[in-house]
Protein backbone atom coordinates (compact mmCIF):
# COMPACT_ATOMS: atom_id res chain seq x y z
CA UNK A 1 0.00 0.00 0.00
CA UNK A 2 2.53 2.59 1.14
CA UNK A 3 4.54 1.55 -2.07
CA UNK A 4 1.83 1.98 -4.69
CA UNK A 5 1.27 5.93 -3.08
CA UNK A 6 4.87 6.42 -3.30
CA UNK A 7 4.96 5.61 -6.79
CA UNK A 8 1.67 8.03 -7.21
CA UNK A 9 3.58 11.18 -5.84
CA UNK A 10 6.53 10.32 -8.05
CA UNK A 11 3.56 10.53 -10.87
CA UNK A 12 2.33 13.41 -9.85
CA UNK A 13 5.59 15.05 -9.61
CA UNK A 14 7.01 14.04 -13.10
CA UNK A 15 3.31 15.46 -14.57
CA UNK A 16 3.98 18.83 -13.03
CA UNK A 17 7.52 18.86 -14.43
CA UNK A 18 6.28 17.89 -17.88
CA UNK A 19 3.11 20.37 -17.90
CA UNK A 20 5.19 23.11 -17.06
CA UNK A 21 8.23 22.58 -19.70
CA UNK A 22 5.54 21.81 -22.41
CA UNK A 23 3.84 24.86 -21.13
CA UNK A 24 4.17 27.28 -24.37
CA UNK A 25 5.96 30.80 -22.26
CA UNK A 26 8.37 27.94 -21.14
CA UNK A 27 8.63 26.41 -24.08
CA UNK A 28 9.73 29.96 -25.87
CA UNK A 29 11.46 30.54 -23.22
CA UNK A 30 13.98 27.08 -23.01
CA UNK A 31 14.83 27.81 -26.61
CA UNK A 32 17.60 29.44 -27.76
CA UNK A 33 18.23 31.18 -24.79
CA UNK A 34 16.92 28.04 -22.38
CA UNK A 35 19.89 27.29 -20.77
CA UNK A 36 22.15 30.97 -20.03
CA UNK A 37 18.52 32.16 -18.49
CA UNK A 38 18.07 29.05 -16.17
CA UNK A 39 21.26 29.49 -14.73
CA UNK A 40 20.64 33.23 -14.47
CA UNK A 41 17.37 32.90 -12.90
CA UNK A 42 18.00 31.25 -9.50
CA UNK A 43 14.06 31.14 -8.66
CA UNK A 44 13.92 28.55 -11.50
CA UNK A 45 17.08 26.39 -10.50
CA UNK A 46 15.58 26.23 -6.92
CA UNK A 47 12.29 25.05 -8.21
CA UNK A 48 14.03 22.41 -10.77
CA UNK A 49 16.49 20.72 -8.03
CA UNK A 50 13.12 20.66 -5.39
CA UNK A 51 11.27 19.06 -7.74
CA UNK A 52 14.42 16.44 -8.91
CA UNK A 53 15.30 15.96 -4.90
CA UNK A 54 11.84 15.47 -4.25
CA UNK A 55 11.48 12.37 -6.67
CA UNK A 56 14.66 11.14 -6.06
CA UNK A 57 13.79 10.89 -2.23
CA UNK A 58 10.47 9.11 -2.76
CA UNK A 59 12.00 6.76 -5.19
CA UNK A 60 14.71 5.67 -2.76
CA UNK A 61 12.10 5.34 0.32
CA UNK A 62 9.76 3.80 -2.21
CA UNK A 63 12.42 1.17 -3.34
CA UNK A 64 13.37 0.54 0.17
CA UNK A 65 9.72 -0.08 1.66
CA UNK A 66 9.21 -2.45 -1.71
CA UNK A 67 12.59 -4.77 -0.76
CA UNK A 68 12.21 -4.07 3.17
CA UNK A 69 12.00 -8.04 4.55
CA UNK A 70 9.09 -9.16 6.12
CA UNK A 71 9.05 -8.37 10.10
CA UNK A 72 11.14 -10.89 11.90
CA UNK A 73 9.31 -14.36 13.13
CA UNK A 74 9.45 -15.68 16.40
CA UNK A 75 11.60 -18.65 16.26
CA UNK A 76 10.92 -20.99 13.82
CA UNK A 77 8.06 -19.07 12.27
CA UNK A 78 7.23 -18.61 8.98
CA UNK A 79 4.66 -16.17 6.99
CA UNK A 80 1.90 -17.45 6.74
CA UNK A 81 -0.40 -17.51 3.00
CA UNK A 82 -2.85 -14.51 2.68
CA UNK A 83 -5.66 -16.29 4.86
CA UNK A 84 -5.14 -15.47 8.30
CA UNK A 85 -3.22 -18.71 9.56
CA UNK A 86 -1.17 -18.39 13.11
CA UNK A 87 2.78 -18.91 11.66
CA UNK A 88 4.01 -22.62 13.23
CA UNK A 89 6.34 -20.89 16.04
CA UNK A 90 8.48 -23.44 18.19
CA UNK A 91 10.44 -22.15 21.15
CA UNK A 92 13.45 -24.02 22.79
CA UNK A 93 12.88 -25.50 26.06
CA UNK A 94 15.68 -22.53 27.96
CA UNK A 95 13.20 -20.00 26.29
CA UNK A 96 10.16 -18.36 28.74
CA UNK A 97 8.62 -16.31 26.34
CA UNK A 98 7.20 -17.38 22.79
CA UNK A 99 5.96 -14.37 20.27
CA UNK A 100 3.66 -15.32 17.78
CA UNK A 101 3.26 -13.51 14.87
CA UNK A 102 -0.53 -13.88 12.74
CA UNK A 103 -0.13 -12.11 8.51
CA UNK A 104 -2.38 -12.14 5.89
CA UNK A 105 -0.86 -10.74 2.79
CA UNK A 106 2.51 -10.27 3.72
CA UNK A 107 0.71 -8.05 6.53
CA UNK A 108 0.86 -8.00 10.10
CA UNK A 109 -2.73 -8.51 11.53
CA UNK A 110 -1.50 -9.36 15.24
CA UNK A 111 0.66 -10.79 17.57
CA UNK A 112 0.68 -12.34 20.99
CA UNK A 113 3.06 -13.12 23.57
CA UNK A 114 2.92 -16.43 25.07
CA UNK A 115 4.19 -17.70 28.00
CA UNK A 116 6.19 -21.23 27.73
CA UNK A 117 6.70 -21.75 31.86
CA UNK A 118 4.94 -25.13 31.88
CA UNK A 119 2.30 -25.82 34.82
CA UNK A 120 3.51 -29.05 36.42
CA UNK A 121 0.07 -31.67 37.53
CA UNK A 122 0.31 -32.72 40.77
CA UNK A 123 3.60 -30.56 41.76
CA UNK A 124 5.13 -34.02 43.75
CA UNK A 125 4.62 -37.38 44.80
CA UNK A 126 5.28 -39.29 48.34
CA UNK A 127 6.53 -43.14 47.42
CA UNK A 128 7.01 -45.75 49.70
CA UNK A 129 10.99 -46.79 50.92
CA UNK A 130 10.13 -49.90 48.18
CA UNK A 131 9.93 -47.37 45.29
CA UNK A 132 7.47 -47.62 42.34
CA UNK A 133 6.04 -45.76 39.39
CA UNK A 134 4.16 -42.58 38.59
CA UNK A 135 3.72 -39.78 36.26
CA UNK A 136 2.87 -36.13 35.99
CA UNK A 137 1.13 -33.95 33.36
CA UNK A 138 2.29 -31.45 31.12
CA UNK A 139 0.55 -27.98 30.54
CA UNK A 140 1.76 -25.40 28.11
CA UNK A 141 1.22 -23.78 24.55
CA UNK A 142 1.17 -25.82 21.48
CA UNK A 143 4.18 -24.04 20.14
CA UNK A 144 6.17 -24.57 23.29
CA UNK A 145 9.10 -27.40 23.54
CA UNK A 146 9.98 -28.98 26.79
CA UNK A 147 12.38 -31.50 28.54
CA UNK A 148 12.00 -33.49 31.19
CA UNK A 149 15.46 -34.39 33.47
CA UNK A 150 16.25 -36.02 36.81
CA UNK A 151 18.75 -35.02 39.44
CA UNK A 152 18.62 -37.77 41.15
CA UNK A 153 20.26 -41.34 40.03
CA UNK A 154 17.16 -42.93 42.11
CA UNK A 155 14.67 -41.29 39.65
CA UNK A 156 13.83 -42.34 36.31
CA UNK A 157 12.18 -40.48 33.68
CA UNK A 158 11.00 -43.50 32.00
CA UNK A 159 8.62 -41.62 29.51
CA UNK A 160 7.64 -38.17 28.06
CA UNK A 161 11.46 -36.97 28.14
CA UNK A 162 10.73 -34.14 25.44
CA UNK A 163 7.38 -32.91 23.48
CA UNK A 164 5.98 -30.35 22.42
CA UNK A 165 2.52 -28.37 23.81
CA UNK A 166 0.71 -30.47 26.99
CA UNK A 167 2.24 -34.05 27.45
CA UNK A 168 2.56 -36.40 30.15
CA UNK A 169 6.12 -37.25 31.88
CA UNK A 170 6.52 -40.61 33.75
CA UNK A 171 9.08 -41.92 36.39
CA UNK A 172 10.09 -44.74 38.55
CA UNK A 173 11.85 -44.66 41.69
CA UNK A 174 14.17 -47.38 43.26
CA UNK A 175 14.50 -49.17 46.92
CA UNK A 176 15.60 -46.82 49.63
CA UNK A 177 17.53 -48.53 52.08
CA UNK A 178 18.42 -45.05 54.10
CA UNK A 179 17.11 -42.03 55.64
CA UNK A 180 14.18 -40.11 53.99
CA UNK A 181 15.28 -38.75 50.52
CA UNK A 182 14.12 -35.65 48.24
CA UNK A 183 14.59 -35.26 44.45
CA UNK A 184 13.02 -33.65 41.66
CA UNK A 185 12.44 -33.77 37.85
CA UNK A 186 12.70 -29.76 36.23
CA UNK A 187 11.02 -29.42 32.83
CA UNK A 188 11.64 -26.03 31.61
CA UNK A 189 12.80 -24.70 34.96
CA UNK A 190 9.42 -26.67 37.12
CA UNK A 191 10.11 -28.61 39.41
CA UNK A 192 8.61 -31.90 40.07
CA UNK A 193 9.40 -33.51 43.77
CA UNK A 194 9.50 -36.51 44.42
CA UNK A 195 9.87 -37.96 48.22
CA UNK A 196 10.97 -40.68 49.08
CA UNK A 197 10.39 -42.89 52.81
CA UNK A 198 12.94 -43.90 54.82
CA UNK A 199 14.13 -47.25 55.47
CA UNK A 200 13.07 -48.18 58.85
CA UNK A 201 16.24 -49.76 59.70
CA UNK A 202 17.95 -46.28 59.29
CA UNK A 203 15.65 -45.04 61.62
CA UNK A 204 16.52 -44.03 65.40
CA UNK A 205 14.51 -41.88 68.06
CA UNK A 206 15.34 -40.17 71.40
CA UNK A 207 13.61 -38.18 74.24
CA UNK A 208 14.79 -34.99 75.83
CA UNK A 209 13.99 -36.12 78.97
CA UNK A 210 13.14 -39.83 80.46
CA UNK A 211 10.02 -38.63 82.42
CA UNK A 212 8.85 -36.62 85.04
CA UNK A 213 7.46 -36.03 88.65
CA UNK A 214 3.86 -34.75 89.40
CA UNK A 215 1.82 -33.52 92.14
CA UNK A 216 -1.46 -35.43 92.99
CA UNK A 217 -3.11 -32.50 91.01
CA UNK A 218 -4.68 -33.08 87.64
CA UNK A 219 -1.91 -31.33 84.77
CA UNK A 220 -0.52 -31.53 82.14
CA UNK A 221 2.88 -31.28 79.72
CA UNK A 222 5.16 -32.47 77.26
CA UNK A 223 8.48 -33.63 75.56
CA UNK A 224 9.93 -33.54 72.43
CA UNK A 225 10.80 -36.84 70.34
CA UNK A 226 14.05 -36.64 67.60
CA UNK A 227 14.07 -38.57 64.85
CA UNK A 228 15.14 -38.37 60.91
CA UNK A 229 12.76 -36.88 58.59
CA UNK A 230 10.20 -39.46 57.27
CA UNK A 231 10.33 -41.79 60.37
CA UNK A 232 7.77 -43.43 61.48
CA UNK A 233 6.90 -43.49 64.54
CA UNK A 234 3.71 -44.94 67.42
CA UNK A 235 2.67 -43.54 71.15
CA UNK A 236 0.64 -45.09 73.59
CA UNK A 237 0.38 -45.20 77.50
CA UNK A 238 0.49 -47.82 79.78
CA UNK A 239 -2.32 -46.23 82.26
CA UNK A 240 -4.75 -44.33 79.76
CA UNK A 241 -7.65 -44.42 82.72
CA UNK A 242 -5.60 -41.35 84.12
CA UNK A 243 -2.54 -40.82 81.80
CA UNK A 244 -3.21 -39.54 78.16
CA UNK A 245 -0.94 -39.02 75.69
CA UNK A 246 -1.57 -37.42 71.77
CA UNK A 247 -0.65 -37.89 69.14
CA UNK A 248 -0.72 -41.18 68.58
CA UNK A 249 1.53 -41.58 65.67
CA UNK A 250 3.68 -39.58 63.58
CA UNK A 251 6.54 -38.90 60.96
CA UNK A 252 9.77 -37.26 61.93
CA UNK A 253 10.45 -35.49 65.01
CA UNK A 254 7.78 -34.23 67.06
CA UNK A 255 6.38 -32.58 70.60
CA UNK A 256 4.42 -35.15 72.67
CA UNK A 257 1.91 -34.53 74.78
CA UNK A 258 0.49 -35.75 77.82
CA UNK A 259 -2.24 -35.34 80.14
CA UNK A 260 -2.73 -36.28 83.65
CA UNK A 261 -5.86 -36.85 86.09
CA UNK A 262 -5.81 -35.81 89.70
CA UNK A 263 -5.01 -38.24 91.91
CA UNK A 264 -7.69 -39.57 95.02
CA UNK A 265 -5.02 -42.48 96.09
CA UNK A 266 -1.70 -43.50 96.49
CA UNK A 267 1.61 -42.79 94.39
CA UNK A 268 1.25 -43.75 91.29
CA UNK A 269 3.76 -44.38 87.75
CA UNK A 270 2.58 -44.28 84.09
CA UNK A 271 4.69 -44.93 81.07
CA UNK A 272 4.53 -43.83 77.91
CA UNK A 273 6.28 -44.69 74.41
CA UNK A 274 7.44 -43.60 71.67
CA UNK A 275 9.31 -44.97 69.00
CA UNK A 276 10.74 -48.10 71.59
CA UNK A 277 11.51 -44.89 74.17
CA UNK A 278 10.06 -44.66 77.63
CA UNK A 279 8.74 -41.64 79.12
CA UNK A 280 8.16 -42.27 82.58
CA UNK A 281 5.02 -40.34 84.77
CA UNK A 282 5.40 -40.48 88.59
CA UNK A 283 2.53 -38.79 90.07
CA UNK A 284 2.15 -38.02 94.12
CA UNK A 285 -0.17 -39.79 96.13
CA UNK A 286 -3.15 -37.98 97.83
CA UNK A 287 -1.78 -37.60 101.31
CA UNK A 288 -5.20 -37.89 102.91
CA UNK A 289 -4.84 -41.65 101.63
CA UNK A 290 -1.41 -42.49 103.14
CA UNK A 291 -1.28 -44.53 106.36
CA UNK A 292 1.62 -44.44 108.36
CA UNK A 293 3.16 -47.33 111.00
CA UNK A 294 6.35 -46.83 113.93
CA UNK A 295 8.14 -49.94 114.39
CA UNK A 296 9.37 -50.48 117.19
CA UNK A 297 6.70 -47.60 119.32
CA UNK A 298 8.59 -47.36 122.13
CA UNK A 299 11.59 -47.38 123.77
CA UNK A 300 13.04 -47.76 127.27
CA UNK A 301 16.27 -45.91 128.07
CA UNK A 302 18.85 -46.47 131.43
CA UNK A 303 19.70 -43.17 133.37
CA UNK A 304 22.56 -42.73 131.20
CA UNK A 305 20.93 -42.21 128.37
CA UNK A 306 21.72 -42.97 124.81
CA UNK A 307 20.95 -43.21 121.01
CA UNK A 308 18.29 -44.91 118.99
CA UNK A 309 16.09 -45.10 116.03
CA UNK A 310 12.62 -46.59 114.68
CA UNK A 311 11.55 -47.25 110.90
CA UNK A 312 8.69 -45.13 109.43
CA UNK A 313 6.31 -47.53 106.90
CA UNK A 314 3.96 -45.94 105.10
CA UNK A 315 3.41 -45.72 100.87
CA UNK A 316 5.24 -44.26 98.23
CA UNK A 317 5.21 -40.74 97.72
CA UNK A 318 3.88 -40.07 101.29
CA UNK A 319 5.49 -37.11 103.10
CA UNK A 320 5.81 -37.05 106.89
CA UNK A 321 7.72 -35.16 109.58
CA UNK A 322 9.20 -35.99 112.95
CA UNK A 323 8.81 -33.61 115.81
CA UNK A 324 9.39 -33.71 119.79
CA UNK A 325 8.37 -31.41 122.65
CA UNK A 326 10.87 -33.01 125.47
CA UNK A 327 13.88 -30.81 125.51
CA UNK A 328 16.02 -34.29 126.80
CA UNK A 329 14.98 -35.96 123.53
CA UNK A 330 16.86 -34.78 120.18
CA UNK A 331 15.89 -35.91 116.28
CA UNK A 332 19.22 -36.00 114.73
CA UNK A 333 18.09 -37.64 111.49
CA UNK A 334 14.92 -38.48 109.80
CA UNK A 335 13.18 -35.02 110.59
CA UNK A 336 11.40 -35.00 107.31
CA UNK A 337 10.78 -37.49 104.78
CA UNK A 338 9.28 -39.09 101.49
CA UNK A 339 7.71 -42.72 101.70
CA UNK A 340 8.72 -45.19 104.37
CA UNK A 341 12.51 -44.39 106.16
CA UNK A 342 14.00 -44.32 109.54
CA UNK A 343 14.25 -41.70 112.27
CA UNK A 344 17.25 -41.07 114.69
CA UNK A 345 17.59 -39.75 118.14
CA UNK A 346 19.30 -39.45 121.25
CA UNK A 347 18.72 -39.13 124.76
CA UNK A 348 20.50 -37.21 127.43
CA UNK A 349 21.15 -38.65 130.40
CA UNK A 350 18.51 -38.30 133.53
CA UNK A 351 19.66 -37.01 137.09
CA UNK A 352 16.31 -37.27 138.11
CA UNK A 353 13.36 -39.36 138.86
CA UNK A 354 11.84 -41.41 136.14
CA UNK A 355 10.88 -39.41 132.73
CA UNK A 356 8.51 -40.39 129.77
CA UNK A 357 8.84 -38.35 126.37
CA UNK A 358 7.34 -38.50 122.69
CA UNK A 359 8.28 -38.57 119.27
CA UNK A 360 5.64 -37.81 116.63
CA UNK A 361 5.28 -38.58 112.99
CA UNK A 362 2.11 -38.01 111.36
CA UNK A 363 0.02 -38.69 114.00
CA UNK A 364 1.66 -41.79 115.33
CA UNK A 365 3.70 -41.65 118.90
CA UNK A 366 7.07 -43.03 119.77
CA UNK A 367 7.26 -43.55 123.33
CA UNK A 368 10.45 -42.93 125.02
CA UNK A 369 10.96 -44.05 129.15
CA UNK A 370 13.80 -43.13 130.42
Not at 89 to 100: F, G, M, P, S, W
Not at 327 to 353: D, K, L, M, R, Y
Amino acid sequence: MFARFTFRKINFAASRLISWVSNSNTTRWLNKNAIPNLWRSKRALLVVLLIASSAAALTSLGIRWVIRPTPSLAHGATSASPVNVASPATVDAQLTKLKEYVYAGGRLITSEEKSCVPTLSPSGASLPKDGGTGSFSVSTPSVCNWTATSDANWITVTGGLSGVGNGTVSYSVTANGGAQRVGTITVNGQAFTVTQAPNPSSCSYTLNIPGVSISEQAGSGSFTLTTGAGCPWTASSNAASWLSVTPLSGVGPATINYSVAANSGQQRVGVITVGGQTFTVTQAPNQASCAFALNPSSWLYSVEGGSGAFSVTTGAGCFWDAATSDGWITITGGATGVGSGTVSFTVQANNGGSRTGTITVRGQVFTITQ
